[in-house]
T-cell receptor, first 115, second 114 residues
Framework: DAKTTQPNSMESNEEEPVHLPCNHS???????IHWYRQLPSQGPEYVIH???SNVNNRMASLAIAEDRKSSTLILHRATLRDAAVYYC????????????????FGTGTRLTIIP | NAGVTQTPKFQVLKTGQSMTLQCAQD?????MYWYRQDPGMGLRLIYY???????DKGEVPNGYNVSRLNKREFSLRLESAAPSQTSVYFC?????????????FGQGTRLTVV
């Protein structure tokens, strides 16, 4: 499985934008980039995913480098409720056989929001 | 819409006891997963099931067994619990299709082995 590298921790001030980086230099051409986050004492939740183009949804934006070897999750205006561990993972696609169903997480980035 | 439901939420076991963690999803998903998360650590995949009737080992399968009872349910069994298995266990499910789909997680089972 292609591996991702994220900083262990980051801090940001409340109501400011946050840029969470992820390196995935061994990404294959068909791997999707997924982001999940885990709020304290909860299970992880999906945030966003993309393949090549930048993506936006109600939670965040995903900026993908042109060579796809890195990506950045952008929280446009961080709130205290965004304090969580953020995981960047790669998913093979399209899902053509059940051997691609393995879903592994790294250690993620612990984001602290400063009031 | 219940999503992914795990039972129990909390459990204390004595070393050597056995127990089964239950997971059920009501989203008609094909794939289901069991993870463990130790304090301050990321999630580690124990077992997964890509479809009813199939199971595969993840990163840390030793000491665990699983059973995909039907499409809805995926259980995790500890035959002889050890203190090293003290952890929070998460179940997840997703619907594999031609496009990448998101995984949904349960709220976790906090297991302590004394």
């Amino acid at each position: 499985d292609a591996k991702t590298t994220q900083p262990n921790s980051m801090e940001s001030n409340e109501e400011e934008p946050v840029h969470l980086p992820c390196n995935h230099s061994t990404i294959s051409g068909t791997d999707y980039i997924h982001w999940y986050r885990q709020l304290p004492s909860q299970g992880p939740e999906y945030v966003i995913h993309g393949l090549t183009s930048n993506v936006n949804n109600r939670m965040a934006s995903l900026a993908i480098a042109e060579d796809r070897k890195s990506s950045t999750l952008i929280l446009h205006r961080a709130t205290l409720r965004d304090a969580a561990v953020y995981y960047c993972i790669l998913r093979p696609g399209p899902i053509s056989n059940f051997g691609n169903e393995k879903l592994t997480f790294g250690t993620g980035t612990r984001l602290t929001i400063i009031p | 819409n219940a999503g992914v439901t795990q039972t129990p939420k909390f459990q204390v076991l004595k070393t050597g006891q056995s127990m089964t963690l239950q997971c059920a999803q009501d989203m008609n998903h094909n794939s289901m997963y069991w993870y463990r998360q130790d304090p301050g650590m990321g999630l580690r995949l124990i077992y997964y099931s890509a479809s009813e009737g199939t199971t595969d080992k993840g990163e840390v399968p030793n000491g665990y067994n699983v059973s995909r009872l039907n499409k809805r349910e995926f259980s995790l069994r500890l035959e002889s619990a050890a203190p090293s298995q003290t952890s929070v266990y998460f179940c997840a499910s997703r619907a594999p299709t031609g496009m990448n789909t998101e995984a949904f997680f349960g709220q976790g089972t906090r297991l302590t082995v004394v």
